[in-house]
Each structure stands twice: as C-alpha cells, then as structure tokens.
C-alpha cells in the first residue's frame, strides 16, 4: 500500500493561453504558475503536451516540442514540485487534438492501426527519454481519457474491441519504461470504465495495467439521474470510484491515484466549491491504497478563449488573474492536515458482482444509482464508511484479511 | 489585360519540413530555399500559413505565428521575390489542417456558420495586416483548393450552396484589403468548379470574386479517363483551362492565374517533365490575359516524411537535397526567353455553353473529353491555338472584338 500522508497535486490548466499556449512557451509564466501551486503545498503538477505539436507528422517528432516539455518539468523541479507528464492530448476540455496524419483524407484507427500504433509508442518513449533526466518524473500516462475516442456517443468513433484496447494500452504503457524505469507508467480513462459496458476499457485494464489504478471523477457524467445539481451527495461520488477502484483490483494493495476530480459548476455551486473539495477528499484519503489526489484544475480557462464549456472558466483553484480561490484554500487547508490522516483500512465492505475480464459486461450494476450504489449508501446513511470488494474476492478470507475486511455486505 | 512579360513564381514548400518547418521555423532555411528559387529567375512566392497554427482558439489569433508569415514575406522582399499569401490551409497535399475548434465536439460547418466566419475573416484581415508593411505582396488568396472541404467526396463534407459559397468568398476576399489595398484579393479551388457540377464553388464565382481568375491544373484529377499516363496530350490541359477562365469571364480583360499546375508522376514520367513544363506554358503564356504562373512546387517532399501520396515526394523543381532539377531548368530557360513571349488574342474561338451563373450547372460540358474539349483539340490537332468563350458572349460582336475573335466554332 502507498505511503503516508497522502500526495496532492493539480491538473496543469496554464493560466495565460491554455494549452496553446505551448505554441509560444513562456518559462517565466510557466514558473509563475507553478510557484503559485507549490504555494498550495501542493507537491505534484500533472501536465500535458498536444499531439499535434509534438508529432506533425506520424515520421516527425518535434525535438523542440519535447524540449518544451523538458523545460516545463525541469521548471516544477525549480519549484519543488514532482511531474506527471500525459503522452496523447488528444481529448482536452472538449476539444480534440488529433494530428493531421491521423484524421480526414487520412482517419487511421489510433487505435488498432498499426502504422498509428508504432508512431504513438515511439512519441510515449520519446517523452519518456526527454523528461527522464530531470529526476522529478514519478508518473506517465498514455494519454487523457484516451477512451473518449472509442466512445459511441464520440463524432467519430475508432472502433476498438476490449482486447485491442487492452494491447494498446499494454503497449502505450510499456513504451516509455526503459526511460523511466522508477516511475509509474499508467493509463488513463473517464468513469465510462467503470460503469458503461459500452467502454472497450473495461475494469480489468484499469485494475492491471500500469503501477496503479487511475480514477477520474466528474460528477456532471457519474451522477446524472442519480441526483440534482448542488445536492451534498455528489461529494460521495469520489470516495465510491476510489473504493470501486480497490475492490476491483485483485491486488489488494495496488495504488489508487484520483487522477482527476473538479467541482463543475453548476452541479457544485461557486459557493459550494470549498466545502466539495473536503467533503470529496476527506473521506478517501483514509484509505491506505489511496496514493493521492490531482485536482482539476490549476488555472480557470481564460474568458479570452471561447467555445468551452461554460464549466470549464471555473474549475480552477486559481482564477484567471491570478487569485487564490476558496476551493485552492481548501485543498492548501487540507494538505496542512494531511499528515494527520489516519489510514485505516475498513471493515466492512458491500460485495458487487464481478464484470467480465475480458469484456468488462456487466460493470454497469456498480453505477451510482444502482444496486451496489444504493447498498453503499445506505451504510454510509447509517455512520459507516465502507469498502467495496469484488464478488471473485468476496469468498476469499485471505483476500478479505489482506484489505482489513471484516464484514461482508451482499446488495440483493 | 496584363503586362508582358508573363510573371513566374512558385508554390513554396519548405525544403526542410515541409508546412510543419512553421512551428520551428528557421528564416536562414527559409533564406536559402529563396535563394535558390530567385536564382531561378522568379520573381515570386506563394507562401502558406497553417490554420491550427494561426488560429488555434476561435479567439486567438496568434501574434507570434503572424509575425512568423510577415518574417517570411520579408525574407522574401531579401531575396528580391513578391508574395502572394493564403490564408486558410486547410488542405494541403492530401493533408487537412483544421483547428480543434471547428472538428469533433466543435464541428461547425466552416462555410456558413457565422462565428466561423466571423473568425476566418478575422484570421484574413489579421494575416493582410501582418504582411502589408513589407510592400512586396501582390496578392492574398482566401486559402488553397478551400472547395475540397465542401465536395461530397470529402471524407467530411461541409454542406455549402453555390449561393452560401459565394457570400463565403465574397466576405474571405473583402477582409484583407483594407490591410492591401493595392495588392489583389482572390480564391483558389481545384477544377471542380469548372467541370464538376457537384462542387458549389462555381465558374461565377471563378470569375467575378477577386481581381482575377485563379486556375489550377492538374492532370491527374483533369485528365482521368481522357488519358493515359504519359500521352502528350496531358499537357494540353492547362492551355485548355487558362481559355476556359478567360472565355468564361465577362470582363474580356479579367487577369488569369495559372496559380497551380505540377508535373505529377506517373502521369507525367520523370524524364518528362521538364518537356511538360513548356509544353504545358508555352501556348497560354501568349495569351493577353495571363497574369502568369505559379508551379507546384518548389521543392521535393523529403522522404523522411510520409503518408502522402507519392507523387507530392517528386513535384518539386528542386529536389529534398537542394539540387535543381530538370523542370526547374527548363522553367528556368522558359523565364530566360519570356521577354520575347508575343501576347496574341486567339483569333478563333470554340464556343462553351454557358453555365448557370446561380448554380453552376452545366458546366460539366467543358470537362475535358466532352463535346468542347474535343472541338478544341481537333482545332489544335489542325493546328490552330483556339480560344474559348462562353455562349452567352458568342453572339455579341463587341464582345469577340474585346477578345479579338473573328471565326467561333460551335461544337455540336
């Protein structure tokens, strides 16, 4: 299990330009931001390059691209702060960066095609290598919900089976290791993983491949039927993923990283934004698996820039002048405390129905609302914080002692 | 009509790159492509911007990347070569560069939705402020072949109207003159707007919007099913389509820009390209209205760079390593002797049936291999250098003299 105190960083938004503003890279502004974050306490900034900048061509990896990417890590290192570096942007905040050669007279499945494939592992092990001598690196990540793209509801879905997935993802992951062999190589996803068997990531990947289990939380998706804009719990929602998270993992101290969380409005009024962050994270952070929290995000978008959701200008724990806003003081608040955070195991756990492994069906009985969801609750209405395990571990007493389980809760 | 002596340019293709060679871009490359192109006997560049890359937000408009195009016009003006600016690429040699704001999640339809073209007028006034200050541009056209985006065998086609696509260009070509008011405004688009009924950029459009009629020929699309790869008659072609744009303008004395035309492979052999150079310019050049020509293109795609189509790695008059090839020779000794290009209006004249100036229809009847094509080549065959001119200026008398026609031809 990961150590204590629990880790806290943020989702790099840079404040001036977005991520287009790696087209006309200011290192002073970029060290004036991260300053600003490590401020916080915050000890890790996840950031983000654009495919498009750093792969032109499928035979074109910019070396000034990466360089740019180098030179923003060795920044946060100036800043005292640790870096997880994402791979294929990709899918950012609703716009799609998707380079030439992959798109219109061009489409190739980023996924399966091979062609596609080889040139997107060697942009993974080139970031790999031009980061890796900073020292500071302690994760990288395929790609920002890479999933999005295989999604049916997405304008222009890549067909991709879960076993395809599966070797993409294994491959995306293994790229950058021999450069990074101490950090983390992971993958990312949104909850569609966890909870639409529509998903071709399914929980086995997100339970196996990599150091550990990534989650993202966004309750405007989770929570949708479930419940009404500004009712408390929606900050329920995160501790459930994260708890999903560990009890679908056959190891049972595999690290859960809460990769991706914010508070959208309106579904977290601008008020309410302070109390969501502690209400979100206080209850999770117990968990002894849990590695940390990356908060979404750095930076409000910039009214300047349009076409975004509305949600977007307002996620930040720093607005777009640069002021601290309540939800950056309730995360600097709760990282002051952190180190009295006691991870504790809990005792009893509600027993969801294993998903297939090699198809993921039948994971949408864990959605919030149902069956598992509504069971969980009901402890947690009742001053019981539980677990959730696996029914393929449920009947195993040493599985059950290894996550400290002591009573099992079956939802009929 | 236009001065003689006819004008020589060429399509710029960075030797080192390519398009992408903007994101890194290296004015001393820049100066030494130049160099080499003057020594040609130039007198001028087309040069083009990549949309994504000016304009990565509907909202932003980078100055950096502007003053990026500025820079080049002035390396340019150091080279002792004019300018003619495109504004939205857009399509480029099999490749679409569209920014994130109009695909995907944001697609909009680029033609008729009026905060796209909004931004894209932005975009061209921006662009013709940048550039105006070195004094060397003579002309800024709307983007390249921008028509592509809107043909049905797109792979996502824009649905746009012959009558949306006029108010289109009318607005594209007004947005930059207040910038150069001196220099011409224009369009481009492929043949489809002369041959295919399909597309909605239309012979009216061709020549009524801009200070000139642009032409661009390629025998691969032009020629298939009229040809065979390598017949001589493929370089028949671009006369043919020069006396299409004059024959189909009202205004006798309208310029024409032969502003594409390649010796692509294996239509065009290798060791025949240099003799399709002039066999293709040296009977339009003597026409009055011919502004000039702009090859495609300057230089060879370099190997290291793939998924384009293979001929796009041989069109260049110079090829990836620097040396000048045959077609550049031969365009080169076609500049030496073109002071003594006499212009001579064609005396007789193959009658076209005029298209509808609304919609364009009927204008297929041009396509080569159809009924006009074929009166006109056998008129060559005869050894006449015919003209064209549309029906609806047939039978007026001033009109053939402003031409100076004295025999028309109608084919049957």
Redesign the interface.
């Known amino acids: 299990m990961t150590a204590d105190p629990p880790r806290f960083g943020v989702n790099y938004t840079p404040r001036t330009?977005?991520f287009?503003s790696w087209?006309?890279l200011d290192l002073a502004e970029v060290h004036r931001d991260f300053t600003a974050l490590a401020g916080l306490g915050l000890d890790h900034v996840r950031i983000f390059g654009l495919w498009?900048?750093l792969q032109?061509?499928?035979?074109?990896i910019?070396r000034?691209?990466l360089d740019d990417v180098a030179s923003v890590v060795q920044v946060a290192a100036d800043c005292g702060l640790q870096v997880a570096v994402d791979v294929l942007q990709g899918h950012m905040s609703?716009?799609?960066?998707?380079p030439?050669?992959l798109?219109?007279?061009?489409?190739r499945n980023l996924f399966t095609d091979p062609l596609a494939v080889a040139a997107e592992r060697e942009l993974a092990a080139a970031i790999g290598a031009a980061v890796a001598e900073v020292g500071n690196v302690f994760a990288i990540t395929a790609g920002n919900e890479t999933n999005q793209f295989a999604m049916p509801y997405?304008?222009?879905p890549q067909n991709c089976s879960p076993a395809e997935m599966g070797d993409w993802l294994d491959g995306m992951v293994a790229a950058p290791r021999p450069a990074l062999p101490e950090a983390w190589s992971l993958h990312s996803f949104d909850s569609a993983a966890w909870f639409d068997d529509r998903c071709p990531v399914i929980p086995a990947h997100a339970t196996t491949i990599g150091e550990a289990t990534t989650v993202h939380c966004w309750v405007f998706t989770g929570m949708t039927g479930v419940c009404e804009p500004g009712d408390p719990l929606l900050a329920t929602l995160a501790d459930y993923q994260v708890q999903l998270a560990i009890g679908a993992a056959a190891d049972a101290d595999r690290p859960v990283w809460l990769q991706e969380i914010g508070a959208p409005q309106p579904w977290v009024p601008a008020d309410g934004a302070a109390r969501f962050v502690a209400d979100s994270l206080q209850p999770l952070l117990t968990s002894p698996q849990v590695f940390g929290v990356t908060w979404w995000c750095s930076h409000d978008v910039s009214r300047?820039?349009?076409?975004f959701p509305e949600l977007e200008h307002s996620l930040g724990l720093i607005d777009e002048r640069g002021e601290i806003k309540p939800a950056g003081r309730a995360i600097a608040e709760l990282i002051a405390s952190a180190q009295d955070i006691v991870r504790t195991p809990r005792g009893t756990a509600v027993v969801f129905p294993a998903s297939d492994t090699s198809t993921g069906a039948g994971r949408a009985v864990t959605a919030p609302g149902g069956p598992v969801w509504r069971a969980w609750q009901e402890l947690r209405a009742a001053g019981t914080s539980a677990a959730l395990v696996s029914s393929d571990l449920a009947d195993d007493q040493h599985e059950l002692a290894a996550r400290g389980i002591t009573d099992v809760i079956r939802p009929r």
Chains 1, 2 share one sequence.
């Not at 032109?56 to 074109?60: A, F, I, N």
């Not at 798109?103 to 489409?107: F, L, N, P």
């Open positions: 330009g977005w287009h087209q006309d498009p900048l032109p061509s499928r035979s074109l910019r000034s691209a609703s716009f799609d960066f998707v030439a050669w798109t219109s007279w061009h489409r997405h304008p222009d300047q820039l349009v076409d």
